[in-house]
């Protein structure tokens, strides 16, 4: 096993190597106070574990663990610090192992077999075996290997998923750190850095399983998500509304496909603040196309269909007054009027929760409604 040691004082690389030299199944060949990954690549090829410390004055040690991981996933990282294991677990930490000074012998040689465990387990093969996945992010995220068969992410935090949808919600762009640590700890006071560098480095790891679907890249100061025979369901949902030809008897069929594709609003599931302007629009472009294909089989006299989508739309968004006063007609049209007194009320209830008032119009025509069937029963 090969090591590379990282440590801004001289006497505790010395230390380090001397004991790791006693155990003898391991050959440091790198000592560094400063390591430069670009110019030290060919040695970092040869390496199996780094040994960092936390706390240096160029770089901090999680830093510079994620950039390691980004140049290869596949090193162990140990972490060598001063401080007590209360302040490690703070950090909340999933490194193949920490060490705490002055090192112990017997301490160290657990944090090798740790490091050989870990060898083994990244030399299993990622859970995707083809070319295909699919990231769900209706409703909540998923990932999809094969038709209908699904894979879900442990994440070691609520943070580092959170990051990630952000990341994914911005493919290909640079998001800057800074912007990162404002939007997603946005009250934290100490160590937001620290926590950026910890939940990159989760993102790395899990995202390590799916081979080179994902590249997560350190780009000036930011960090940029690549993906590779990705498909993601709002967006090609998104695509397939924009592509669609107009409504009539020969595509609707193809609406009604397309439309099952959008199995609920992004990400409805997360409190994220970031995505409600965009969870609002796309479930704009589905309410649009839904009223579309309503107002079709609404021409087609096709009332059953008509009800199913204008129910769907209440459904999605129960403020919907449009949705609720074409089935209030309908049901009274066909004499349902238990019917209509749910659905005024239902639309009553959905508004007076937002503190909306309920359109004039429909006032009207529903006293109108009710006036007229009290003298059909005289």
């Given at each position: 096993m090969k090591a590379i040691l990282v440590d801004d004082e001289p006497l505790a690389l010395d230390f380090l190597e001397h004991q790791l030299n006693k155990l003898g199944n391991i050959?440091?060949?790198?000592?560094?106070?400063?390591?430069?990954?670009?110019?030290?690549?060919?040695?970092?090829?040869?390496?199996?574990?780094?040994?960092?410390?936390?706390?240096?004055?160029?770089?901090?040690?999680?830093?510079?663990?994620?950039?390691?991981?980004?140049?290869?996933?596949?090193?162990?990282?140990?972490?060598?610090?001063?401080?007590?294991?209360y302040a490690i677990q703070a950090f909340d930490l999933n490194v193949v192992d920490y060490v705490l000074k002055p090192i112990q012998l017997d301490r160290l040689q657990r944090?090798?077999?740790?490091?050989?465990?870990?060898?083994?387990?990244?030399?299993?093969?990622?859970?995707?075996?083809?070319?295909?996945?699919?990231i769900n992010v209706c409703r909540e995220l998923t990932f999809e290997l094969a038709k209908g068969k699904f894979y879900n992410i442990q994440w070691r935090t609520a943070k580092a998923q959170e990051v990630f949808l952000y990341l994914l919600h911005n493919i290909g762009k640079?998001?800057?750190?800074?912007?990162?640590?404002?939007?997603?700890?946005?009250?934290?006071?100490?160590?937001?850095?620290?926590?950026?560098?910890?939940?990159?480095?989760?993102?790395?790891?899990?995202?390590?399983?799916?081979?080179?679907?994902?590249?997560?890249?350190?780009?000036q100061h930011g960090y940029t998500l690549f993906v590779e025979n990705v498909f993601i369901d709002i967006l090609e949902w998104e695509n397939s509304v924009k592509t669609a030809p107009p409504i009539h008897t020969e595509t609707i069929e193809y609406y009604e496909t397309m439309m099952v594709m959008y199995t609920g609003p992004y990400l409805e599931v997360y409190d994220y603040v970031w995505a409600e302007t965009e969870r609002y629009r796309l479930e704009q472009l589905w309410i649009n196309t839904a009223y579309k294909m309503a107002g079709f089989y609404l021409k087609q006299r096709n009332m059953e269909m008509m009800e199913a989508w204008y129910v769907k739309i209440s459904d999605l968004r129960p403020e919907e007054e449009d949705a609720h006063f074409y089935l209030m007609k309908l049901y009274a049209e066909l004499g349902y009027g238990l019917l209509v007194n749910h659905q005024y009320a239902r639309l009553n209830d959905a508004l007076q929760e937002l503190g909306l008032e309920m359109s004039a119009p429909i006032k009207s025509w529903y006293e109108q409604w009710t006036r007229n069937k009290s003298l059909s029963k005289k």
């Open positions: 050959d440091v060949i790198g000592k560094f106070v400063n390591l430069d990954i670009r110019n030290r690549s060919p040695l970092l090829e040869e390496a199996d574990v780094v040994f960092l410390d936390i706390e240096m004055p160029e770089i901090n040690g999680l830093e510079l663990a994620e950039q390691l991981l980004e140049f290869d996933s596949s090193l162990s990282i140990v972490f060598v610090t001063a401080f007590n294991e944090t090798l077999e740790r490091v050989e465990m870990n060898a083994t387990k990244q030399q299993s093969k990622p859970v995707t075996t083809n070319n295909y996945l699919q640079t998001i800057r750190k800074a912007e990162l640590i404002e939007l997603i700890w946005p009250i934290e006071q100490n160590r937001t850095y620290s926590q950026l560098y910890t939940a990159i480095y989760h993102i790395r790891k899990a995202l390590d399983q799916f081979g080179n679907h994902f590249t997560l890249k350190n780009v």
